[in-house]
């Protein structure tokens, strides 16, 4: 059996675990600081503007985070052909009772 294919077997074992027994089960949670939340609405309120104005229906942009266990996590956003860096996110794994 292939790497791949053994993880995936692993990881739907443990889920069906945790779902039978009720073990405690885990969220990521992602803030963005408010620096970095700043930076976002006025961004996506600007392109979401120039779409409108171009008689578009708004798109929104995409944001995505670099997860590091180092140092520390770094958001960005793109509309499909820029990226810009928001800055600091903070990325906690949260346990669900």
């Given amino acids: 059996m292939k790497r791949s294919a053994q993880a995936n077997l692993r990881t739907d074992t443990v889920r069906r675990q945790q ?3 009720g073990d405690i089960m885990s969220r990521l949670s992602i803030t963005l600081d ?5 930076r976002y ?21 995409t944001v995505f985070v670099d997860i590091s266990p180092v140092f520390e996590s770094e958001a960005y956003m793109t509309d499909g052909k820029t990226s ?5 996110a903070s990325v906690r794994l949260l346990k669900d009772q």
């Avoid at 408010?34 to 700043?38: M, N």
């Avoid at 006025?42 to 409108?52: D, F, I, K, T, Y």
Wanted: charge should be negative; glycine fraction near 8%; include cysteine.
């Fill in 34 to 38: 408010e620096a970095a939340t700043a």
């Fill in 41 to 61: 609405l006025e961004l996506a309120s600007r392109w979401s503007e120039g779409e409108v104005n171009e008689d578009c229906e708004p798109t929104g942009p």
């Fill in 84 to 88: 810009i860096e928001l800055g600091t």
């Fill in 19 to 21: 779902e039978n027994t």
